[in-house]
């Protein structure tokens, strides 16, 4: 059987420079995939080419066996939900209208049925209690924690995370990522960009490094972590390292 997302040869150039230069990689059902790297190696790219935020300028997408193209396009999309760094949530909406909004014009839900879901969705989170509150009156986490509820009541078959937690404080982080391993034990489908070491090594089964607009390396945690293969992995773990050191000796938390 094929896996649910298959990312074949995906290219992608701004002007002169090629962010990406052929990515391919597939997630099963049920997959949690980590990607590292560093900055400006074309990680936000490569998931937004995924879902064509960014439309690729060669390579293939195919979701559940069937390749992404123009005709299908929007119907595919709407089953590969995107959780963003800034939560991308509507300021003048209050946290249920930001959340049926999708389920109600995207999928045609009615009132009731989009409620439901979304009062079903941010009880999976923890926040049946802000229904009512406007995102500027939630912590960055708690608005985080909505923007998943939101990505969740599409019902996807497939959510790409963008650094998630990188706009938070460290002690907001903690909250979200516990939301997000339960959803990869409960065997939701995801691919994460995250320097999250703690989640990349509890939760996900595979570890992507990319540099350069390549893939250098994946695998499991245990063994990209703890036996990486290519000096650059090594530096750019042990600089992450580092950074949480940095952050747990000034008492931030780990
Ligand atoms: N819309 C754009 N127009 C021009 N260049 C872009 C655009 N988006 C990204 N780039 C460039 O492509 C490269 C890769 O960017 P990308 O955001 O994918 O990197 P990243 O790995 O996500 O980095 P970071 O860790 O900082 O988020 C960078 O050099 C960036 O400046
Ligand atoms: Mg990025």
């Known amino acids: 059987m094929s896996a649910l997302l298959e990312v074949e040869g995906i290219r992608k150039k701004y002007g002169q420079f090629e962010v990406l230069k052929g990515v391919s990689l597939q997630l099963e059902r049920g997959q949690a995939k980590v990607v590292m790297g560093p900055s400006g190696t074309g990680k936000s790219t490569l998931l937004r080419c995924i879902n064509y935020l960014t439309p690729p300028d060669a390579g293939t997408v ?143 089964d595979e570890i992507v490094f990319m540099d350069g607009g390549h893939i250098l390396e994946q695998g499991p945690p245990a063994q990209l972590f703890d036996a990486p293969q290519h000096e650059r992995t090594r530096r750019f773990l042990r600089m992450i390292g580092d950074q949480v050191g940095d952050a747990a000796a000034a008492g931030e938390g780990a």
């Not at 979304?118 to 406007?134: F, I, Q, S, T």
């Not at 937690?165 to 982080?173: G, M």
């Open 62 to 204: 195919r979701l559940d066996g069937e390749e992404v193209v123009p005709r299908n396009l929007n119907r595919i999309r709407q089953q590969v939900a995107f959780v963003f760094q800034d939560f991308n949530l509507f300021t003048h909406l209050r946290v249920i209208d930001n959340i049926t909004i999708g389920p109600r014009r995207i999928l045609g839900l009615s009132k009731t049925e989009a409620r439901d879901r979304a009062m079903r969705e941010l009880e999976r989170v923890g926040l049946a209690d802000k229904v009512r509150a406007y995102p500027a009156e939630l912590s960055g986490g708690q608005q985080q924690r909505v923007s998943i509820a939101r990505a969740l009541a599409m019902e996807p078959k497939v959510i790409l995370f963008d650094e998630p937690t990188s706009a938070l404080d460290p002690e907001l982080t903690g909250e979200v990522v516990n939301v997000m391993k339960r959803l990869a034990s409960e065997g939701m489908t995801m691919l994460v960009v995250s320097h999250e070491i703690g989640f990349a090594r509890s939760a996900a």
